[in-house]
C-alpha cells in the first residue's frame, strides 16, 4: 500500500509568528503553457526580494548575509541559549524582510547579547560576509551591531506620530538621510501640475536624495537603482510573454518590461489600463511598485510580486458583485456629489495564489483592489480579488484553537460566528476590493494625495465602512450571497470585537496603534461605539473578571457605520486634511493600557501567534532531453528556513550597498 502523505496548513511557530502552508489545488489541471506561464512568473515574483529588502532599511542586505553566514556556519553549541535567541531573530527578520516588524514597524530588539554576537561573526570565514571596500569583519561589526541592537537608533521602520518629521524618522529607505518632511513635501507639490486629468503617480518608483543641496530622484528602472534586480525581473518576463494566454496579456507583458526599462510612469499608467483591461485569460500576475503603506508620506511604492490563477466556481460569488456595481454605489449612503455617475470597468474575481514575493510574502493581504491610480480607476475600472487559498488555510489553522471560547461573550454568539463567520468575512473581503476600493469619486480639482500620511487609514475605512454597510443589504440575501437577513451579524460582531478588543493582541505592551489597517479598524469601531453609546448599541460588559463585547442592537450599528462611510467619503473626496488628521488621531491610534493587559493575558494562555505567514510551494520544472519544459511539478515540503537560505541563494540580485 502507498502512504499518502497527509497535508498539514501549520507548520513552526516562534515569537508572535506562525508560518503555515497554503495549497494550489487545480495546478496540475493547467495545460502545458498556462504551467510555464505560473512557473515563469513566479520566478519574476521572487527574483525581486532583494529590492524589498533594501526598501525596508539601508543595512538590511548586510545584516541578512550576516545572520545566514552565521546560522550555516556557526560552529558552537547550537543548544546554547544566546543560539536560540539568535534563530528566533533571524527568522523574525526573514519574516519581516528586515529589522522591523512588517505590522507595528517597530525594531525588532535581540534576545542575545552583543559579544556573542560579535565573537560568532568573528569566527566565521570572511569571504561568506558582506564585507565592502576592503573593510574588516572588525568594521562590519562596529557598523552593523548599533542598528541591530541599539533602541534609539533606527527604531521604527515607519513613523506616523503627528508632529514629527515622518521622513527623519523612519529608518524606511526610501529617502536619504538629510531629506526632510517639508522638503519632500515640496518637491513632489512642485512636480504636480494642476488641473491634469491625468497625473502619474509621482515619487512611485525612484529614492529622493540631495547632491549639492538640490533634491533629485534616483529611479528604480534597468540601468538605475535596482537595475540589476530589475534586469533579472525582465528576463523571466520576457520569457512568460513567450506563453501568455492571448495577445491582451502578452502586450501586458510587454508594457511592464518597457516601464522596467525606462521608469516613465506614463507607460506605467498604459501598463495598468492595458492589465486592467485583459480579464480573459486563467492566470494573472502583478510585479512591481504597488503599495504605498511602507512611506510615511503614502508617495513611494514597495516592491512586490504575486501569482495567480482563478478559481472559476468561487468567482461566481464575486461577479455577481461587481454586474451589480452600480446598483451598490447609486444606493449608498454618501452624498450624491461624491458618487460615481458611471462604474467602470469592475471586474472581480477568486483566485488560488501560486506564489507570493515581494511585500506580499510571508505575510500576505487576502484582498487586492488594484490599480491605485484615482483616475485610471474612474475610467478604465479595476481588478479585484480575493484570494481563496489563502482564506482557507487561515480558516483551517483556526479552527478549534480555543479563541472565540476566550473572547466571545456566549454560546449564542459563538454559535452564529460558528455557522457565519468564514463566509461572511471571505463576502466582507469581496465587499471591501471590487465595489469599497472602486467606490466614489474626488472632487475636481483635488489632490489624490492631499490626506498626506492619514490616507491609507482613510482609504481602508472607506473600503471596510462600505463592506460592513452592504454585507447586511437584503440586496446580498437576494442575490444569493448570504444564506438569509442574520448572517451579517457574524461579520458586525467579529468586527466589533477585533476594533475594540483582540486586535490589540498584535501590540506590544506601552506601545499604539501604528499600522494603516489597525488604525483603520480601531477607528470604525471606536467611532460607532462612542456613538451609539446613549442607545447602548454596543457596550463592554465584564463577566468572570473579563472584558466582553455585546452588541444590543445590530440594525442601529448598522446605520451608523452608514453616517461614518458618508463622513469618510465627504473627507476623501473633498481631500480635508485636518478631518481626517482629527479622526485618525482622536479614534485610531491610542490605547487603554489596562484593558491592553487584560487582552494580552488571556491571549497568552492560549499559546497562540497573533501575526500568521505562508511557506510557498516549490515549482520545479521537468525538462526533455532538449532542454524543453515538458511539464512543471509543484511542492509542499520546503522547511522555512531552507526555503529563505535558497532565496538568499538563488535571487541574491543586488549589491549590499544600494546608493
Given at each position: 500500500m502507498i502512504e499518502t502523505k497527509v497535508f498539514s496548513y501549520t507548520d513552526e511557530q516562534f515569537a508572535d509568528l506562525q508560518m503555515l502552508r497554503?495549497?494550489?489545488?487545480?495546478?496540475?489541471?493547467?495545460?502545458?503553457?498556462?504551467?510555464?506561464?505560473?512557473?515563469?512568473?513566479?520566478?519574476?515574483?521572487?527574483?525581486?526580494?532583494?529590492?524589498?529588502?533594501?526598501?525596508?532599511?539601508?543595512?538590511?542586505?548586510?545584516?541578512?548575509?550576516?545572520?545566514?553566514?552565521?546560522y550555516t556556519h556557526y560552529c558552537g553549541n547550537r543548544e546554547d541559549e544566546e543560539f536560540k535567541a539568535f534563530c528566533i531573530y533571524m527568522k523574525r527578520v526573514w519574516f519581516s524582510n528586515g529589522i522591523h516588524h512588517h505590522y507595528g514597524c517597530e525594531k525588532f530588539i535581540p534576545g542575545f547579547s552583543e559579544q556573542f554576537f560579535r565573537t560568532a561573526v568573528k569566527q566565521l570565514p570572511a569571504d561568506e560576509l558582506p564585507l565592502e571596500n576592503g573593510q574588516s569583519v572588525d568594521e562590519l561589526c562596529d557598523l552593523l551591531i548599533p542598528v541591530i541592537f541599539r533602541p534609539d537608533i533606527m527604531p521604527k521602520r515607519v513613523n506616523q506620530a503627528d508632529g514629527e518629521d515622518l521622513i527623519q524618522t523612519s529608518a524606511c529607505n526610501y529617502y536619504a538621510e538629510e531629506v526632510t518632511q517639508a522638503e519632500a513635501e515640496e518637491f513632489y507639490s512642485r512636480c504636480k501640475k494642476s488641473h491634469d486629468p491625468h497625473?502619474?503617480?509621482?515619487?512611485?518608483?525612484?529614492?529622493?536624495?540631495?547632491?549639492?543641496?538640490?533634491?533629485?530622484?534616483?529611479?528604480?528602472?534597468?540601468?538605475?537603482?535596482?537595475?540589476?534586480?530589475?534586469?533579472?525581473?525582465?528576463?523571466?518576463?520576457?520569457?512568460?510573454?513567450?506563453?501568455?494566454?492571448?495577445?491582451?496579456?502578452?502586450?501586458?507583458?510587454?508594457k511592464l518590461v518597457d516601464f522596467y526599462r525606462t521608469g516613465d510612469l506614463k507607460t506605467f499608467d498604459e501598463y495598468t489600463i492595458l492589465w486592467v483591461q485583459e480579464t480573459e485569460a486563467l492566470v494573472d500576475f502583478t510585479n512591481g511598485f504597488t503599495e504605498t503603506y511602507g512611506d510615511p508620506l503614502g508617495l513611494k511604492a514597495?516592491?512586490?510580486?504575486?501569482?495567480?490563477?482563478?478559481?472559476?466556481?468561487?468567482?461566481?460569488?464575486?461577479?455577481?458583485?461587481?454586474?451589480?456595481?452600480?446598483?451598490?454605489?447609486?444606493?449608498?449612503?454618501?452624498?450624491?456629489?461624491?458618487?460615481?455617475?458611471?462604474?467602470?470597468?469592475?471586474?472581480?474575481?477568486?483566485?488560488?495564489?501560486?506564489?507570493?514575493?515581494?511585500?506580499?510574502?510571508?505575510?500576505?493581504?487576502?484582498?487586492?483592489?488594484l490599480p491605485n491610480s484615482n483616475w485610471v480607476r474612474a475610467e478604465y475600472g479595476s481588478k479585484s480579488v480575493t484570494i481563496g487559498n489563502l482564506t482557507d488555510a487561515y480558516n483551517k489553522a483556526a479552527h478549534g484553537n480555543g479563541f472565540q471560547q476566550e473572547f466571545?461573550?456566549?454560546?449564542?454568539?459563538?454559535?452564529?460566528?460558528?455557522?457565519?463567520?468564514?463566509?461572511?468575512?471571505?463576502?466582507?473581503?469581496?465587499?471591501?476590493?471590487?465595489?469599497?476600493?472602486?467606490?466614489?469619486?474626488?472632487?475636481?480639482?483635488?489632490?489624490?494625495?492631499?490626506?498626506?500620511?492619514?490616507?491609507?487609514?482613510?482609504?481602508?475605512?472607506?473600503?471596510?465602512?462600505?463592506?460592513?454597510?452592504?454585507?447586511?443589504?437584503?440586496?446580498?440575501?437576494?442575490?444569493?450571497?448570504?444564506?438569509?437577513?442574520?448572517?451579517?451579524?457574524?461579520?458586525?460582531?467579529?468586527?466589533?470585537?477585533?476594533?475594540?478588543?483582540?486586535?490589540?493582541?498584535?501590540?506590544?505592551?506601552?506601545?499604539?496603534?501604528?499600522?494603516?489597517?489597525?488604525?483603520?479598524?480601531?477607528?470604525?469601531?471606536?467611532?460607532?461605539?462612542?456613538?451609539?453609546?446613549?442607545?447602548?448599541?454596543?457596550?463592554f460588559v465584564r463577566k468572570d473578571g473579563k472584558t466582553y463585547i455585546r452588541i444590543n442592537d445590530y440594525a442601529k450599528l448598522r446605520v451608523l457605520f452608514g453616517r461614518l462611510l458618508a463622513e469618510i467619503q465627504r473627507i476623501k473626496s473633498e481631500g480635508d486634511y485636518e478631518a481626517a488628521r482629527n479622526l485618525?488621531?482622536?479614534?485610531?491610534?491610542?490605547?487603554?493600557?489596562?484593558?491592553?493587559?487584560?487582552?494580552?493575558?488571556?491571549?497568552?494562555?492560549?499559546?497562540?501567534?497573533?501575526?500568521?505567514?505562508?511557506i510557498n510551494p516549490v515549482y520545479t520544472p521537468v525538462y526533455d532531453e532538449h532542454q524543453q519544459i515538458t511539464d512543471v511539478k509543484v511542492s509542499y515540503d520546503e522547511a522555512y528556513d531552507a526555503q529563505m537560505l535558497r532565496y538568499s541563494h538563488d535571487y541574491a540580485t543586488l549589491p549590499y550597498v544600494n546608493d
Open positions: 497554503y495549497r494550489v489545488d487545480g495546478f496540475e489541471q493547467l495545460t502545458l503553457q498556462q504551467k510555464k506561464l505560473v512557473y515563469f512568473l513566479s520566478e519574476a515574483a521572487l527574483t525581486g526580494r532583494d529590492i524589498l529588502w533594501d526598501q525596508n532599511g539601508k543595512y538590511n542586505l548586510r545584516i541578512r548575509k550576516t545572520l545566514e553566514t552565521l497625473p502619474v503617480m509621482y515619487g512611485m518608483n525612484s529614492r529622493l536624495v540631495k547632491s549639492h543641496g538640490r533634491l533629485r530622484e534616483k529611479v528604480w528602472k534597468s540601468g538605475g537603482l535596482y537595475g540589476a534586480a530589475i534586469d533579472r525581473i525582465i528576463y523571466w518576463l520576457e520569457k512568460a510573454a513567450t506563453v501568455a494566454e492571448n495577445e491582451k496579456q502578452a502586450a501586458v507583458i510587454r514597495s516592491w512586490e510580486g504575486y501569482v495567480n490563477f482563478k478559481d472559476l466556481k468561487a468567482t461566481e460569488r464575486t461577479e455577481k458583485l461587481s454586474a451589480n456595481a452600480q446598483w451598490f454605489e447609486r444606493h449608498s449612503p454618501v452624498e450624491p456629489r461624491f458618487k460615481k455617475e458611471h462604474c467602470k470597468g469592475v471586474s472581480a474575481k477568486v483566485i488560488k495564489a501560486a506564489i507570493l514575493g515581494g511585500d506580499l510574502y510571508p505575510a500576505s493581504a487576502i484582498g487586492i483592489n466571545v461573550i456566549d454560546d449564542e454568539t459563538r454559535q452564529l460566528l460558528d455557522r457565519y463567520q468564514d463566509d461572511c468575512d471571505d463576502l466582507h473581503t469581496d465587499l471591501h476590493e471590487c465595489l469599497g476600493h472602486g467606490s466614489g469619486r474626488l472632487l475636481p480639482g483635488v489632490d489624490p494625495d492631499a490626506l498626506k500620511a492619514y490616507g491609507a487609514t482613510i482609504e481602508e475605512a472607506r473600503a471596510d465602512l462600505f463592506g460592513l454597510y452592504y454585507i447586511a443589504d437584503p440586496k446580498l440575501t437576494e442575490l444569493g450571497l448570504t444564506p438569509d437577513g442574520q448572517a451579517y451579524k457574524a461579520q458586525y460582531y467579529s468586527y466589533m470585537m477585533n476594533g475594540l478588543l483582540t486586535q490589540m493582541v498584535r501590540i506590544e505592551p506601552g506601545k499604539n496603534i501604528e499600522e494603516a489597517h489597525m488604525r483603520n479598524r480601531a477607528l470604525i469601531a471606536r467611532w460607532t461605539f462612542e456613538q451609539g453609546a446613549s442607545e447602548q448599541v454596543t457596550e485618525v488621531e482622536r479614534y485610531g491610534i491610542q490605547i487603554d493600557r489596562e484593558l491592553h493587559e487584560e487582552v494580552l493575558t488571556r491571549y497568552r494562555a492560549l499559546h497562540l501567534s497573533p501575526y500568521k505567514g505562508f
